[in-house]
């Protein structure tokens, strides 16, 4: 089964910029996207197509993608950023998707 | 409103059967895919699989292949997951989610509030 690997944890003071990586063997050829889940509740999409926003997400979440690794990042982070955020992407013949293990971002 | 409801919490016993729902409601439901994402108690998200309800294509992680069935009834908008003999492990929130557009090559854009499945003897 396709594996996409993330950091199990990430930590930054508000105001400050929070990187998170994806890193996956089929990303040169697949989108990743980005869901962002809060203790309790459903995942909510904060990325797609490697670099679209949703409506409603707020401009401090940007994507982008470069070989192997996809990474999304929160510029500005403020307290309501701290979730539990999942890459996803498709299998290197786009016949099925995987979850990455996730990353917790704490606001110090 | 647009939006994705699931049916409630389920208790089962290992070896029995179960089927959970997911009905679409408020958009024209034959053309979204709509999948199913497991969560086990205090891990991470898991796909398990996806079905386009127009023609019932349905694409499976291998992790979840032969291990549950997708299905779904168009003419109700509802997506189906089941299982025919649950184990202990299958102890879980089940999320359905739908694509943002037709397209397979796309993300879950909408989620259902999750359906709990609890498996004990």
Known sequence: ?108 | EVQLVQSGAEVRKPGQSLTISCKGVGYNFATYWVGWVRQMPGKGLEWMGIIYPRDSETRYSPSFQGQVTISVDKSISTAYLHWGSLKASDTAVYFCARHKTDSFSDAFHMWGRGTMVTVSS
């Not at chain 1, 904060?46 to 470069?66: Q, T």
């Not at chain 1, 290197?92 to 990353?103: E, L, M, P, R, V």
Request: charged share 15%; proline share 7%; aromatic share 10%.
């Open chain 1, 1 to 108: 089964s396709y594996e996409l690997t993330q950091p199990p944890s990430v930590s930054v003071s508000p105001g400050q910029t929070a990187r998170i990586t994806c890193s996956g063997d089929a990303l040169p050829k697949q989108y990743g996207f980005w869901h962002q889940q809060k203790p309790g509740q459903a995942p909510v999409l904060v990325m797609y197509k490697d670099n679209e926003r949703p409506s409603g997400i707020p401009e401090r979440f940007s994507g982008s993608s470069s070989g192997t690794t996809a990474t999304l990042t929160i510029t500005d982070v403020q307290a309501e950023d701290e979730a539990d955020y999942y890459c996803q992407s498709a299998d290197s013949s786009g016949n099925y998707y995987a979850f990455g293990s996730g990353t917790r971002v704490t606001v110090l």
